[in-house]
């Protein structure tokens, strides 16, 4: 998540979403007006929350609000989106202006059952596309109450068989949504995946770019390029080797060609998340080889330096800050946060929290 937000009302919602823990009232969970909020989710895959904490404190907060415990975050504008996944299948909308408070949470809109939210782009002031990863519809939906304005069926572009294209990531430039899709057999990547060129008006079918490696993480845009994380196959005991089918791709647009820039023998292992640091032209991606042999890795993009960050557990989420000029880092082993700048390690304080699984950035 990367995107941009939005606002309304639901204090209804209490009974799902909206539980607040500990001080309310303290400083450091209320929304200061002019500062930037960096927002967790953290999840023990019973039950899930959402922190926030300011930069400049490096204190997260007591507060939380609960939500389903697969969830992913985006953020648009001055608004945070909450994306209830597995056992859920909700797009719910919090205002941070209104934090600590229940009346944070604006709305939840019930999605398709097992339609698994992946993503959200803004197209302009009012309206975004979702993208679902277990469904062949491209939702474009109103921002303010969530309804869906139009429905793009994908379902062309699957697998052979497959219910979805597993749509996993949206990007947008000028009049081009791209869609990133991984189009597995079940759950089996079996062949490479692709980057589709939608209409960011209507979602209409422009062209599409293949990709040469398998099972697709997550894409960026960069000076008319497309970078794309790929973790390709599981082998038998559930690790990603350090080989060519997998690693970080550069998709040329005006080309239309894609090649793999950096391969997972390089960066050791299958790349996951993926974040830039546009000015630099750094992109940083978390590498999984296994269960014990997890890192984050700098990949130079002008010259392909490759550089080990940070040693970490699991899929540990990632997240460049380009105002602080910092990666913030959530180590879901250790349920630790921190920043990095350069060469200097900012650890954010806490009392004791459920391991972090997602990171958004919202700027006032």
């Not at 899930?48 to 992913?72: A, I, T």
């Not at 989420?317 to 879901?332: F, H, K, M, R, S």
Request: aromatic fraction near 8%.
């Amino acid at each position: 998540m990367k995107k941009n937000h939005l606002l309304l009302l639901l204090a209804s919602l209490a009974f799902f979403a909206c539980s607040e823990t500990t001080s309310p009232e303290k400083d450091d969970d209320v929304f200061e007006p002019g500062k930037s909020l960096v927002f967790t989710f953290h999840s023990d895959y019973t039950s899930g929350e959402l922190r926030w904490f300011s930069p400049d404190s490096l204190r997260l907060s007591e507060s939380s609000l609960e939500f389903n415990q697969d969830s992913r975050l985006g953020a648009i504008d001055s608004l945070l989106f909450v994306l209830e996944r597995y056992g859920a299948d909700n797009l719910v909308l919090v205002n941070p202006k209104l934090l600590p408070e229940a009346s944070a949470v604006v709305y939840q809109k019930a999605l398709e059952t097992g339609a698994n939210p992946s993503d959200l782009v803004k197209i302009n002031s009012e309206t975004a596309w979702l993208a679902q990863e277990n469904s062949s519809d491209l939702l474009k939906i109103n921002m303010e109450d969530g309804s869906t304005n139009a429905t793009v069926d994908l379902s062309d572009f699957a697998y052979a068989g497959a219910l979805s294209p597993n749509l996993v990531d949206l990007e947008i430039s000028g009049d081009t949504l791209f869609a990133l899709i991984q189009r597995l057999d079940g759950y089996d990547p079996v062949i490479p995946g692709m980057i589709l060129l939608l209409s960011a008006k209507n979602g209409s079918f422009l062209d599409s770019i293949p990709l040469q490696t398998t099972n697709p993480s997550a894409m960026a845009l960069l000076d008319g390029n497309i970078y794309v994380s790929t973790q390709g196959a599981y082998n038998a005991d559930y690790e990603l080797e350090a080989d060519s089918l997998r690693g970080l791709e550069q998709v040329k647009i005006a080309a239309k060609t894609s090649e793999l820039f950096t391969s997972g023998k390089e960066l050791g292992g299958g790349a996951q998340s993926l974040t830039l640091d546009r000015k630099n032209k750094i992109a940083y991606t978390s590498i999984y080889a296994d269960y014990s042999g997890n890192k984050i890795v700098s990949v130079n993009l002008k010259n392909g330096e490759v550089s080990n960050v940070e040693s970490v557990g699991g899929s540990s989420p990632i997240l460049y800050d380009a105002e602080n000029e910092t990666l913030w880092v959530g180590d879901n082993a250790s349920s630790e946060i921190f920043g990095l700048r350069g060469k200097t390690k900012q650890s954010v304080t806490s009392s004791e929290i459920l391991p972090p699984y997602g990171l958004a950035i919202v700027n006032f």
